[in-house]
């Protein structure tokens, strides 16, 4: 995030889980794994980090969260944890989301994680680039040891049993979250409902690789 002079990169989402099938096509009835339009429960995780130990302040991060947290509790989430700024310690971010949310989450859930703060990337020796979010107590000058990377954040979704993890990032770089293709979908017959019975993560980000997610007004856009 920066107060920099903006340029929207991120809409707002509002709205309750819906089953979505394309034309014709009817949700899965495997009997072995059925598919199941409804969540058993939503949990949620806010977090919003606007005083950093090493790190410049923000200014809305923790007000963006906590408006979130609110939204979705008015949406019906069954359960919403939040944790904000000093509080936000690396540690404690791993121990909440890979240890807390794995034991309140089942297999029909939605786990929903918004992270609201600094966001920084790294170029590795190969050139390839690494994001990560930067929890409260995070070093400016050892990055990779002090904050979370998303490789961590990917790992830490194989640790939950929801049946879906969705991730809403307002950091900088975000972007390199999740990478994935684009393709048409397949002819093979039954695809779509295969598909839908499966387990998914997914990520939304207020930026890509050399973006910045702005603050304006005390709000990140």
């Known amino acids: 995030r920066s107060s920099a002079p903006p340029e929207p990169v991120l809409s707002a989402i509002s709205g309750t889980p819906r089953a979505i099938t394309l034309a014709g096509m009817q949700p899965a009835v495997n009997s072995a794994d059925p598919y199941n339009p409804y969540y058993g429960r939503r949990i949620a995780v806010g977090i919003g980090i606007t005083d950093y130990e090493f790190w410049p302040a923000l200014e809305g991060a ?3 969260a906590q408006r979130t947290a609110k939204q979705l509790r008015q949406m019906g989430f069954d359960e919403v944890l939040e944790i904000y700024n000093k509080d936000a310690t690396r540690i404690r ?4 989301l890979g240890v807390e949310l794995a034991q309140k989450t089942g297999k029909e859930d939605l786990a929903l994680i918004y992270f609201a703060g600094h966001g920084q990337t790294e170029t590795l020796p190969n050139g390839q ?12 000058t050892d990055i990779f040891a002090t904050a979370i990377s998303m490789d961590t954040l990917r790992d830490l979704s194989n640790r939950l049993p929801a049946k879906h993890v969705y991730y809403a ?3 900088c770089y975000s972007g390199l979250g999740f990478l994935r293709g684009l393709s048409t979908i397949p002819k ?6 295969k598909m839908t019975s499966k387990r998914a ?4 980000a207020a930026g890509a690789e050399g973006e910045q997610a702005m603050e304006v007004g005390g709000q990140g856009l």
Do not use: N
């Open 201 to 204: 993560v997914q990520m939304i």
């Open 188 to 193: 093979t017959e039954g695809y779509v409902q």
């Open 62 to 64: 923790v007000d963006d």
């Open 93 to 96: 971010l791993l121990q909440l």
């Open 129 to 140: 680039k690494r994001g990560y979010i930067v929890p409260a107590d995070a070093d400016q």
């Open 169 to 171: 990032m307002d950091s």
